[in-house]
């Protein structure tokens, strides 16, 4: 029986080559326990033997002959389930891993695919299938190939078309789990954490059959369950016909003949266990899905599928080339920007044949970039080996420190976008044997270096066929629909790109929608022939034929241009969070476009236009799904980035020309000399740098309106340098290690968005700060030294969202008789007069409202929060408050999401807020760190009818949770993490007691 590699966890039965394969199936094997003495790791092939003949391998000797040689594709999954051995604890960690092996391998799932699981491996089957449908409704994780895995799965799960199982427990079983309890014995073992999984009515896999039951509803997925039907000596039926059958419908068939293990070993063809398999899988395989559903999210299909098959076998080999003993070794792929040097390093970076070779080895990706923090890269860098950061500011004594470290492990490490030999020279640190350093440059040079030898892979544009189809997929629905009309156009076009796959794809998705030859596809096809011909260079050609993509998004809206500018505001490969964006936009004005609409629905929609064009990268799969804003952030890709700066330069030749001044992450020390000439400019930004001080003179810049000056470690701020932008609207100033602030920030009355966030030295905020009446957005986060705010923040009567979350010092005032309040606590060292919560309760535009700290001498919220009725989200964090006012629940009619986080004396809950018409708009409810809190009340029918969302984490007095919210009508998900013992019985009792609650609650640790 021929075998794949060993190290593979996927293992390609047929066809025998890895080569490029035109299938029209696929089938994927799932197998089960391993049971057997010694630790095998072969079960992935032998589960799948003909009976009486171990040596054949029957899914690969005959099911190719009976499918067809050409037609199918079969596969066979390994991963350590061995009762004494496995290191897996739950299902669902060897699903997850699976998930990430074939998401993100270089096979691709376009054609029908029929999963079939033996006994334990029918419980992990149905576990991935369920990750692939969380995973491609969502990806919130940050890697650098996320958004190619949510597309990976979105598309594997649309082409399931058929699921079979071979003995699988889906409702556990007794004489199983006792079966393998003897064994454990035999190997003087007593607990094996996998076959909770197995064990009758366990209710983790209740759910998992809810939700994979579901799936097949909603898919269209057909089941074939076959049985046991003779009982193995001493033990009996394992796994019986009742548990091996629950499932969403389908055929059923009990293999008499054949006990657990032998159930999935057909002797022969003819037998009933291959031959209506057989037929199951040809109807299966008729099923074609492919192309059943619009490709409206095509943009986000990976250019792998367009010449990158080559480059990824060859740097494979290169890489997997020498032992794990080997000396370290370097690979370079090197090539012009926009190319696919980085998508061809994700391919890489998630490959099983790479992962197999470098088992054991630690997996490090670093984008480095044209101006890179090194101190930044090596604190990710200890992070990553799980090191603590080095308390040193030297960079070489921290430099040593990694490569004293990095020379005793095995390290995979890419660099990607590396460019000067400086930053190669002080990240070239993966030492140890058989480590190796994948890098991509546009600096060939940088690779042609003799120490260290570095083995070189040249990537070119695409070929004139990869670059029509590539420009197909983005500017036709579906690509092999071109209208005649539009063919010679449409290719001409497609050549003028001249193989580039970013301008193919910005320049295709432009065109996305246009019909007509001589308005719309003739008069851009000659704008760029004529760039062609002004163009001095490779990299100016990319540029102009961006711009033109560029300035086509004033079809869709007029400010989409300057929305893709802002971008370039931020450092290379930096993620922008969306309410960053979101205040930003508003304070300068640029949304919402209408008197009416509403902001942040603007802002999706503008963020949806850009990233639906290619001109930002997101983390998410769909940007209008205004649920999950709170998972997306924004970057540029570099090539797009130095677009922007292209059309920058472009607009001035000399600082004081430009609109727009960026220099953002460059390592600056000061503020740059030439910005302080009279400068036209009307956004500045330096986030990101090393300045330490202001320009003590005013700066002539009367049309200024945005300042950004994030992330750096400015200990002063002048007055007079605030006082040079009277027309300023956006002010950022997170991450300052300055104590005080100038009267003058009194000075901006224009001011809408000021952020002040981790300025950890910051003690308190100028009384003129009454003078901010427009301002709307005060960010306060994080601000660990604030004892109080002035009593002038009563003049800010426009604020809609105010923050202080992690401000643990702040101290808020007693409200008196007279109206005024005072920090009794603080009148010895701050004389001032200070704000209290009924002061900031009279903002009563709040919609956003995030405070902690205490109040002095006080243990209630005040009275006038009813006030706040536009209040959408509420996060209280206020240590010594005990009680919260019953009316909460009846007054804020608004209020979609309310948290309750570090209220150490908090000891109940008022009955209000869980009774009739209870907080009717109330979403998600979470109460965190709440150690004195001992239950939550009952509920009464008509309670938070739209609470989808319920969490409870480090709830330590909690005895236990109600029966009663089961009703709870739109309750969807509910955590309960670290809680205590006591509260998580009450949990699994109510999940036996009602099978409503079995289908909320999630989570529980």
Known sequence: ????????????????????????????LFHGLQLTANNTSDAWSSTWTQRGH???????????????????????????????????????????????????????????????????????????????????????????????????????????????????????????????????????????GIMDNIRPWQRDMEQLSEDFDRIVTENEISIYAFGEGRPMEQVGILVDFSSAQRSAGGNSYVVEDADHME????????????????????????????????????????????????????????????????????????????????????????????????????????????????????????????LGPEKTANPEDYKLGLYNQFRQRRVFLVLDDVWQDEAFDSLDLAKGKGSVTLLTTRNLSLLERSSPPIRQEHMTPLSKEDSWSLFCVHAFTPPSNVPCELKALAQSMAEECQGLPLALKVIGRAMFGKTSPGLQWEPLLKKLRESRVQERSVEEGL????????????????????????????????????????????????????????????AFSLLSKLWRRSFIESNVEDVEDEHIERFLWFKLHDVMRDLAFYILNDSGTTPAEQLYLYRAGENLEEFPQEWEAILKAQ????????????????????????????????????????????????????????????????????????????????????????????????????????????????????LEDLCTTYSFELIWAKHTASGMARAELLSDIFPTVAASLEDICGFTLLTKLRIFGRIDGGME??????????????????????????????????????????????????????????????????????E??????????????????????????????????????????????????????SCRINCEKSSIWRKFCQFIR
């Open 861 to 930: 919220l005040p009275h006038n929060i009813s006030a706040l009725t536009n209040l959408k989200t509420l996060k209280l964090g206020l240590v010594n408050v005990k009680t919260l006012p019953a009316w909460m629940a009846y007054s804020l009619n608004q209020l979609q999401k309310l948290s309750l986080w570090n209220m150490k004396r908090l000891e109940y809950l008022p009955k209000s807020f869980t009774s009739c018409n209870a907080f009717p708009a109330l979403i998600e409810f979470k109460i965190n760190d709440c």
């Open 54 to 192: 171990a040596d054949v391998c029957w899914p690969q000797e005959w099911l190719p002959f009976d499918l067809g040689e050409e037609a199918v594709r079969i596969f066979s999954v390994s991963y350590n389930a061995h009762v004494v051995t496995s290191p897996h604890d739950h299902v669902w960690e060897i699903a997850h891993n699976l998930f990430q092996t074939l998401m993100n391998s270089r096979y691709e799932w376009h054609h029908p695919i029929v999963l079939i699981g033996h006994s334990f491996g029918g419980l992990v089957l149905k576990s991935l299938v369920v990750k692939l449908k969380r995973e491609s409704t969502i990806q919130n994780a940050t890697n650098p190939f996320s958004k190619v895995t949510v597309q990976h799965a979105k598309v594997f799960l649309r082409n399931v078309t058929g699921v079979a199982f071979y003995a699988v427990p889906h409702a556990g079983s007794s004489n199983f789990t006792e079966y393998v309890n003897k064994l454990l014995r035999c190997y003087n073992r007593h607990h094996c």
């Open 1 to 28: 029986m021929a075998a794949s590699s060993s190290d593979w966890p996927v293992h390609q039965l047929w066809p025998p080559s890895r080569g490029k394969q035109t299938t029209e199936l696929d089938v994927v």
């Open 263 to 386: 159930v999935c070993k057909p002797p022969t063809k003819e037998h009933p266990s291959y031959a209506l398999l057989l037929q199951f899988i040809i109807t299966c395989g008729k099923v074609a899905r492919g192309c059943d559903e619009p490709l409206q999210e095509v943009h986000d299909l990976p250019e792998s599928t367009f010449g990158l098959e080559s480059y990824v076998e060859r740097v494979e080999t290169l890489l997997a080339s020498e032992g794990k003993n080997a000396a370290p070794r370097y690979v370079g792929v090197w090539g012009m920007g926009g190319v696919g040097k980085t998508l061809l390093l994700q391919r890489v970076y998630g490959s099983p044949m790479v992962h197999g070779h470098f088992q054991g080895a630690k997996f490090v990706w670093l984008t480095v970039g044209q101006s890179p923090d090194i101190m930044a890269l090596y604190h990710t860098l200890s992070s990553k080996l799980d």
């Open 683 to 798: 956004r500045l930004s330096l986030q990101w740098n090393k300045l330490k001080s202001l320009p003590e003179r005013r700066i002539c810049a009367p049309e200024l309106v945005s300042l950004l000056l994030r992330g750096n470690p400015i200990v002063s701020l002048p007055g007079s340098f605030l006082r040079s932008f009277q027309k300023l609207r956006v002010l950022n100033l997170a991450g300052g290690e300055f104590w005080y602030l100038p009267e003058q920030l009194g000075d901006l009355k224009d001011l809408v968005w000021l952020d002040l966030s981790n300025c950890e030295n910051l003690q308190t905020l100028p009384d003129a700060i009454r003078k901010l009446h427009v301002l709307k957005y005060l960010n306060l986060h994080g601000c660990k030294s604030l004892k109080y705010l002035p009593s002038g923040v009563v003049g800010l009567t426009s």
């Open 932 to 985: 004195s809190l001992v239950e939550f009340p009952e509920v009464d029918e008509g309670a938070l009818p739209n609470l989808r969302a319920l969490e409870f984490v480090l709830c330590h007095s909690f005895g236990s949770l109600p029966l009663s919210l089961e009703l709870l009508p739109s309750l969807r998900k509910m955590n309960v993490l670290y809680c205590g013992e006591t509260m998580k019985d």
């Open 543 to 602: 540029y102009k034929r961006l711009k033109l993509g560029y300035d086509l998004l004033s079809e869709d809206d007029r400010r989409l241009k300057d929305c893709f500018l802002y971008f370039a505001a931020f450092p290379e490969d930096h993620e922008v969070g969306f309410d960053e964006i979101l205040w930003g936009w508003i304070g300068e004005g640029l949304i919402p476009g209408n008197g009416g609409d509403d902001p942040r629905a603007d």
